[in-house]
């Protein structure tokens, strides 16, 4: 089975400031796909991105930026000088096919708790 | 907005009891993936259905049930409720239910078992 795991639980940051959420998977799959999903206070799940295994590009959205890196199973998700409207939980996942199975799931790391500060 | 939607937004039940939640898909969507959301077990796959069939299975108790009409909206069955099963469930869509491709989430109903 696959995992994903976001170390940080929590980080709390002032307005302006740059961080970087960790996200690490593990999968047997040599194809895969990753995403990065915002929930803020109001509950709905967002999403942000998706990349895919065969693809080392980082990519740059605004303020948001990704750093896929396939050699350590990573993928880091940067906020370029944070905003109080960027506090949030946000999840990584990763697709994967179920064993013996046609079908299709997202597995969520912990997710991290960003709160930012003005 | 995701184009997915859920209801209710909130239920609030006693234990025992059987609930129904309702999701219809993104326009075009065919497949349809339910999940839970709660403070112990965080975000997890219980079920996804494709044109109606059910494609994959997670970690769904027997308890609950699901299943796709042929307009393409889902239900959730949710029976014998107990304490645990209180959590934020949520649906979601994509085209076609193949790994490559963005699931896009509707809201959540937040269930509450007293």
Same mark, same amino acid.
């Given at each position: 089975a696959q995992k994903v795991t976001q170390a940080q639980t929590e980080i709390s940051v002032v307005e302006k400031e740059d961080v970087t959420l960790d996200?690490?998977? &593990?999968?047997?799959?040599?194809?895969?796909?990753l995403f990065w999903y915002k929930q803020p206070p109001s509950g709905e799940l967002v999403f942000l991105i998706r990349r895919n295994s065969f693809d080392e590009?980082? &990519?740059?959205?605004?303020?948001?930026?990704?750093?896929?890196?396939?050699?350590?199973?990573?993928?880091?998700?940067?906020?370029?000088?944070?905003?109080?409207?960027?506090?949030a939980v946000y999840f990584c996942a990763l697709s994967e096919a179920p064993d013996n199975n046609a079908g299709n799931m997202l597995t969520f790391g912990g997710g991290t708790r960003l709160m930012v500060k003005p | 907005d995701s184009g997915v939607t859920q209801t209710p937004k909130h239920l609030i039940t006693a234990t025992g009891q059987r609930v129904t939640l309702r999701c219809s898909p =993104?326009?075009?969507?065919?497949?349809?993936?339910?999940?839970?959301?709660?403070?112990?077990?965080?975000?997890?796959?219980?079920?996804?259905?494709?044109?109606?069939?059910? =494609?994959?299975?997670?970690?769904?108790?027997? =308890?609950?049930s699901a299943q796709q009409f042929p307009d393409l909206h889902s239900e959730l069955n949710l029976s014998s409720l107990e304490l645990g099963d209180s959590a934020l469930y949520f649906c979601a869509s994509s085209v076609a239910g193949t790994v490559r491709e963005t699931q896009y989430f509707g809201p959540g109903t937040r269930l509450l078992v007293l």
């Open positions: 996200c690490v998977y &593990e999968t047997r799959d040599t194809t895969y796909y590009q980082n &990519e740059i959205s605004g303020r948001y930026s990704w750093n896929f890196q396939k050699s350590t199973s990573s993928f880091n998700f940067t906020i370029t000088a944070s905003q109080v409207v960027d506090s | =993104r326009s075009g969507d065919l497949s349809v993936y339910w999940y839970q959301q709660s403070l112990d077990q965080g975000l997890q796959f219980l079920i996804q259905y494709y044109n109606g069939e059910e =494609r994959a299975k997670g970690n769904i108790l027997e =308890r609950f």
